[in-house]
């Protein structure tokens, strides 16, 4: 976990929420709502918490909006829809909007909502793997995804060894049963604030190694995406947005029980007791070491960037601060007014 104790983050919370509150306008009963659309990355889980307390709490609403929160039927193609104005916003990841600017999808990420890795290569705590270098004439799993493999390689290589030598299989989004089923030694891919828990709620201890703890750059795993052209457009809508989901965000680290609460009304399938354990991991990954929300800093872009452009993941040439653009209120305490700009 990062270093910001939990006293710390609900302490600051409320008065966060108030004056991010403060900031936003105020609309009447009357006036019209903004309908916008909000893709999300995958199924509803904790890491959504702060989106649908703030839809159950009237925040978008107070801010002009009427948000419809969906998970379209194929996750993989938000950055398309969003890019081609299909949906207003999304909810992806710093290594796909990065991936997606290179193939001249014109998306751009205004505001992060995860600010560290959650990945990393989970293996059974009986297996003895604590580092990379024990994966050596293993077999790993993952989704097929060509980042991952870009992940394990410089985590063996961080550790002295190659990814030449272990066996590394497609198991898709099958990662837990891959794991516990001893089809792979481990996989790589796994979330520590999911899969994780998962597979010790059927009773089986694990052990994982997180990717910036072994060579890969620190970067924002989720981030809430718009188009170019909203962006240039639109920015009024846009910071409306992100003052809505920042109350929201704020709000569900205070009260993390609510935030769940609102994601089970909403659908009620979702499992409690695994997204209770998660939004407890989580809040500590939602505000940087300052306790702001939503933050990006031209350096965590340009570096990790950097790292992809190394690995062959991105063209050389490719310019990481057209990726991104910031409409968030990064100090509250100081100052009301959002602040837009790359």
Do not use: C
């Not at 077999?139 to 980042?147: A, E």
């Amino acid at each position: 976990m990062y270093p910001i104790s939990r006293r710390r983050l609900f302490a600051g919370s409320a008065a966060l929420s108030a004056v991010a509150a403060a900031a936003l306008p105020r609309f009447g009963r009357a006036q019209d709502l903004q309908k916008v659309t909000l893709a999300l990355d995958w199924y509803p889980n904790a890491n959504h918490a702060g989106l649908f307390l703030a839809q159950e709490r009237g925040y978008f609403a107070e801010a002009g909006l009427e948000v419809e929160l969906y998970t379209p039927s194929d996750p993989t193609v938000v950055l398309q829809t969003v890019g081609a104005g299909r949906d207003d916003y999304g909810i992806s990841y710093q290594t796909d909007v990065l991936l997606a600017r290179a193939e001249e999808v014109p998306v751009v990420s205004i505001a992060a909502l995860v600010q560290h890795p959650l990945m990393g290569v989970m293996s059974l705590e009986s297996s003895g793997i604590t580092r990379p270098a024990d994966l050596v004439g293993t077999t790993v799993g993952y989704p097929g995804i060509p980042s991952q493999q870009a992940f394990l390689t410089t985590m063996m290589a961080s550790d002295g060894a190659s990814i030449d030598d272990l066996e590394l299989i497609n198991v898709d989004f099958n990662l837990v049963p891959a794991v516990i089923s001893g089809q792979t030694d481990a996989v790589m891919g796994a979330y520590w604030t999911h899969e994780t828990i998962l597979a010790e709620q059927e009773g089986y201890r694990v052990s994982m190694m997180r990717v910036e703890d072994w060579g890969v750059p620190d970067y924002y795993e989720l981030v809430l995406v718009t188009s170019e052209e909203k962006t240039l457009g639109d920015p009024h809508q846009i910071e409306a947005l992100v003052g809505a989901i920042q109350r929201g965000y704020l709000d569900a680290i205070a009260e993390p029980d609510a935030a769940i609460a609102a994601m089970k009304t909403a659908y009620p399938e979702l499992d409690e007791a695994v997204e209770l354990i998660g939004i407890g991991l989580l809040s500590g990954v939602w505000l940087n070491p300052d306790g702001a929300f939503g933050v990006q800093s031209p350096e965590r872009w340009e570096t990790y960037a950097a790292w992809m452009q190394e690995s062959g993941l991105i063209p050389a040439d490719q310019n990481p601060r057209d990726a991104f653009a910031t409409f968030v209120l990064a100090d509250p305490a100081a100052d009301s007014s959002p602040v837009a700009g790359p």
